[in-house]
Each structure stands twice: as structure tokens, then as C-alpha cells.
């Protein structure tokens, strides 16, 4: 962990920022039914009291992402943040509320239109996730995933941007949304808000990318960044490259937040109290 020592000698000046899907919560067939990794979210609990703040940076709504990792209530996140829809949607613990733009038009007409192409295009049976702001759709459930993303990418991109949208690209997924932001936006924006010294960003797909750049930036301002790729048993990825720290996926992940919880409440114990003379 001797990436760490940043984060171990000044854990109130660290943000642990971590995307959701594929980092707190296993890649599963099904969307609706990726949960958290409880031992994750445990240890989460109890880095959020030691850690200037504790972030969860996703695609996923906002709203959806503390459904499934149950974030919201209980001991120790009071103060987690979730920003969800690519960092446009912000959750806070402390209000309960999410603060968001108004959803853009263009995505009615996107919704009705994506049916018929993906029956056109020979994949009616692609799933249609309907995220409010934006619209995914995803190729894992079918017979041959990757074949079926290949196909759909051409008449997806053009739907897209015949509304003025983009495609956000992920594992068996294409997504279309409004551009504009992206999740080094979201990153930019907590620290502005908090100026942490130290920055820890663990993401494990395409749309983290942005977050990983704007981390990575960090560097130059002389705040200290931390790159962390929970990877999948085979997985390539450009993360792969990027990354500080590779992880066994997301059991690594809640491993690695385990033992790092572990070492921080030891390093409490056991500082002298500075009350003390
Ligand atoms: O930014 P993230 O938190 O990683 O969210 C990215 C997308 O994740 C979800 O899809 C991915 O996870 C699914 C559940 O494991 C999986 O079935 C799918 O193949 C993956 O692409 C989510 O459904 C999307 O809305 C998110 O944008």
C-alpha cells in the first residue's frame, strides 16, 4: 500500500472517490439487480468518518445507485456524496435530496425511436434501460454480447447525434445522454468544493477514463493522485495502464477497502492524543 501514504498520513485532507458498477457492485446480467458488495459498503462505513469525504461517482441515476448499494441511512454515511448520470445528478446523505437540471428534451424522441432500430438492426431483444436523463441500451443478455454491441454502435451514434446527444460506450452497453459533463467534471467539482491534498479514484470502465485524466491532473496543482482499476479475471482495458493500483475485481475492491479502514483506525489508536501534554 505504499501508494497510500498519502492517504495514511493526512486522511482528513483525502477524497475516496469510487465509481459503482464493476467497482462496488459485481458486473451481473441483469441491471436492476446489481447490489453492492456488503463487505464494501461496511468498510466504506467506516472510512467515511476517517476521510475528508467519501464520494460514489456513476452513470447510474443518482437515486438508483443508493438504492442498490443501500446507502442511504446508517452509521457512517452521513456525509457520502453520489453523483450520479455521468456527475449531472448530486445526491447528498445530508439532505436526502438530489439537485439536478431539468432532463433534456431530445431524449423523449430518442426513447421512441430506439425500438424499431434495434429491431432493424437485427437485436430487437437488446435490454432498453430507461435512466430518465438518458437511455441505454444493453447487449449482455444476448447470445453473442459483443457482436451485438458492434452492430448496434453505427445506428446508435447516428440517433444520437440526429438529436444532438453522444454515446457513452461500456461493458455490453451503449448509452445515449446529453453531453456536456462527464465524470472529470464531477471529480473537478468535489474538489473544488472540499481542496483535498489527496485524491483516490477507483472506476473500472470507458466512462471512467475522465475521471482517471482529471485525477491524474490533480498532480499539477502538487495534490497527490491515486488511481485504482478493480479489474475482471482477463479483462484489457485502458484503465489497465492508467492505473496505480490493479485489484482482483470487486472482491479486491472491498478487500483493499478492508485493509485500508483496518490501517487507518490503527493509525488513530495509536497517534498520541494531541490534547494530551
Ligand atoms: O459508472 P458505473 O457506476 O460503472 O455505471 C455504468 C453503467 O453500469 C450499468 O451497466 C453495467 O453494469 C450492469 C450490472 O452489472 C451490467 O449488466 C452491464 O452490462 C454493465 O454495462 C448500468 O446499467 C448503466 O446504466 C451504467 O451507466
Known sequence: MDKLDAVLAAPDRTILALDFDGTLAPIVPDPDRAFADPVAIAALRRLSPLLLRVAVVTGRPALKAVELGS??????????????????????????????????????????????????????????????????????????????????????????????????????????????????????????????????????????LAAYDAVAALAEEGRTPVLVFPRMPGEDSPLADRADIILEGTDGMAEWLTVLADRLETRRETSPDPLES
Open 71 to 208: 446507502l442511504a441511512g446508517g452509521a457512517g454515511l452521513e456525509h457520502l456524496i453520489v453523483m450520479g448520470q455521468y456527475g449531472i445528478e448530486r445526491w447528498e446523505a445530508s439532505s436526502g435530496e438530489v439537485v439536478a437540471p431539468a432532463l433534456p428534451e431530445e431524449i423523449i424522441a430518442v426513447k421512441e425511436a430506439l425500438p424499431a432500430l434495434l429491431a432493424a438492426a437485427g437485436h430487437p431483444d437488446a435490454w432498453i434501460e430507461d435512466k430518465g436523463r438518458a437511455v441505454a441500451v444493453h447487449t449482455r443478455r444476448l447470445a453473442d454480447p459483443a457482436v451485438a454491441q458492434a452492430d448496434l454502435s453505427e445506428p446508435v451514434q447516428r440517433l444520437a447525434e440526429e438529436h444532438g446527444l453522444r454515446v457513452e460506450p461500456g461493458k455490453n452497453v451503449l448509452e445515449i445522454r446529453a453531453g456536456g459533463f462527464d465524470k472529470g467534471d464531477a471529480i473537478r467539482d468535489l474538489v473544488q468544493r472540499f481542496d483535498p491534498a489527496t485524491v483516490v479514484y477507483a472506476g473500472d470502465d470507458l466512462g471512467d
